[in-house]
């Protein structure tokens, strides 16, 4: 869920450059590895058969430069340097005469159903959309738990044959993507045997749904057509996809909401994903009753991940500073910055979680509790759709890909292979990044740190001094959830971390996840190696 520039989102394990969807961004460097060299090579040769009609130096087709996709925007200059926005760039494209930034947004729509028990309806859905043969996807621990027990028995009630695939890998790969493809696809030719999808459980299950939708309805000889460049080649989907309804079982990713799915290639290390309206699906069903068996250590780590959905997404870059300008409304990426759409349901997201988070952590049969948690995830989902976020879910990645030298298996976790749980990767480097991003917009960085100080502090707190406010309230709730602020030394987590927060956090190197923070040091605690 790195969004780069144009919504375009990857991160190299081992890369010292990022491209953020986020104003205060260092410029990237361009440091990659020679597979992914050669990735960024092959498209940029093949992007004049994505798009005749456009020639090798357009924007949404040739592949450029990091640097490229920073003409027009504002720089920061330092950590603690204002932001001075630079002028529009006018150029020619395709004979026409444009600026180099955008000036609209779009937001493509999710139909949400909500309420108790609302799962049980999936079969009238299924009958309504004329669906004959529906694959229900989820994973091993959701297979003989209610939220699954109910899907199938409204199918069944409905005279609606499924079929289950309960193999979704937490935290997807490649591979993982291809076993459910292939298990979709079957002997139904090129466009797979089934006509429609239920998707039951967290983010994982959806992305892999989505996945399995696109790639056995429109099935390709190269896996990589449809990921997102620079690793993939960013192809559209052909056409729209088969329906499909996402029910959420975890109170985070909001993945019900978006077109995207996100998944390691183990090939290069990197994490990386597909974007793309049609990904989005058909309805989510937001059921309280399907979080009640989540784990605390899952309601925690899911949490984190919707208070960076929110912060992130208001916090992104204006709509109207991204750049390039796509040449035709069609190529306008999902991610487009900050609105003044996202912006209410993020906000909204972010007063349900301030109220209900530590309620729900601290008591699971809090019906009213588990059903805004819910709700704050979607919600937070509707907003990051269009506005995308930044640094927080980039650098998750260099910290979620290392999981399996860790070697650590998350305490209170149904899995147990060795992994860092999303929310905690993300929130690792929340009060660190938004310590450094507050001089963007002091003002917006202010208004969501009184959020979730619960309307506590000042109301003449100095808009000089709003990252370090927000800073101390997400340290708060890292403090009050106990989750690590560390991790073990002679790892390679993400020297990129280091040397773009080093004036901004302390290193620590411990053996073990750190819980121990110290109330005198209210910023993230870092960990580098002499590696790279």
Not at 168 to 195: N, Q
Not at 488 to 508: A, M, P, R, W
Request: charge should be positive; charged fraction near 20%; hydrophobic fraction near 35%.
């Amino acid at each position: 869920k790195m969004y780069g520039v144009g919504g375009r989102r990857s991160l190299s394990r081992h890369t010292s450059g990022v491209v953020s969807n986020f104003v205060g961004t260092a410029r990237p460097t361009a440091s990659l590895n020679g597979s992914l060299l050669d990735r960024r090579a092959a498209y940029s040769t093949d992007s004049a058969a994505h798009h005749p009609q456009h020639g090798p130096d357009c924007p949404c087709c040739g592949e450029k430069d990091a640097s490229y996709f920073f003409r027009g925007l504002g720089t920061v200059q330092s950590s603690r340097g204002a932001y001075k926005p630079t002028p529009p760039v006018l150029n020619v494209h395709h004979g026409v005469q444009r600026e180099s930034t955008d000036y609209a947004f779009e937001m493509a729509g999710a139909n949400i159903r909500y309420g108790k028990g609302a799962t049980r309806e999936v079969g009238l859905d299924m009958k309504e959309l004329g669906a004959k043969h529906v694959c229900v996807v989820t994973d091993p621990y959701l297979r003989d738990l209610p939220p699954v027990h109910n899907v199938l028995e409204s199918l069944q009630s409905a005279g609606i044959k499924y079929t289950l695939y309960d193999r979704v890998h937490v935290e997807p790969t490649d591979a993982s993507f291809k076993d459910a493809i292939e298990f979709c696809t079957g002997e139904g030719g090129t466009h797979g045997r089934f006509d429609a999808f239920i998707a039951v459980g967290g983010g994982s299950v959806m992305d892999t749904t989505k996945a399995a939708n696109l790639y056995s309805t429109y099935p390709t000889d190269d896996f990589l057509d449809y990921v997102n460049p620079p690793i993939g080649k960013g192809k559209p989907p052909p056409g729209p996809l088969k329906p499909m309804v996402a029910i959420p079982t975890t109170t985070g990713t909001g993945s019900e909401a978006t077109g995207v799915a996100i998944f390691d290639l183990e090939s290069v290390n990197a994490k990386t994903g597909i974007a793309h309206r049609r990904l989005k699906p058909t309805l989510g069903i937001i059921d309280p009753d399907n979080a009640t068996t989540m784990p605390q250590a899952v309601v925690i780590a899911s949490g984190f991940d919707v208070l960076c959905h929110a912060l992130e997404s208001y916090t992104a870059i204006p709509y109207n500073q991204r750049s390039p300008r796509p040449p035709t409304p069609l190529l306008r990426p999902a991610y487009q910055g900050s609105n003044p759409i996202a912006d209410v349901w993020s906000l909204k997201s972010l007063e349900l979680l301030s109220q209900y988070f530590a309620r729900f952590v601290a008591d699971r049969d809090d019906e009213e509790a588990r059903g805004a948690m819910m709700l704050a995830a979607t919600y937070g989902g509707i907003g990051f759709g269009s506005a995308g976020v930044h640094l927080c879910h980039g650098m998750s990645y260099p910290v979620s890909s290392m999981a399996h030298k860790l070697k650590w298996v998350p305490p209170g976790y149904p899995s147990k292979s060795a992994m860092v749980p999303h929310g905690m990767s993300v929130v690792l480097h929340a009060p660190a990044v938004f310590e450094y991003t507050a001089s963007t917009d002091p003002e917006r960085h202010l208004r969501v740190a009184r959020m979730l100080s619960g309307n506590k502090l000042p109301h003449n707190a100095n808009p000089e001094h709003a990252g370090q406010l927000l800073s101390e309230q997400i340290v708060k709730y890292m403090q009050k959830m106990n989750v690590p602020n560390g991790y073990k030394k002679n790892e390679t987590i993400c020297l990129f971390c280091f040397s773009f927060f080093k004036h901004n956090s302390h290193t620590q190197t411990t053996q073990t996840p750190n819980t121990n923070h110290n109330n005198n040091n209210k910023r993230i605690l870092l960990t580098t190696t002499t590696q790279g």
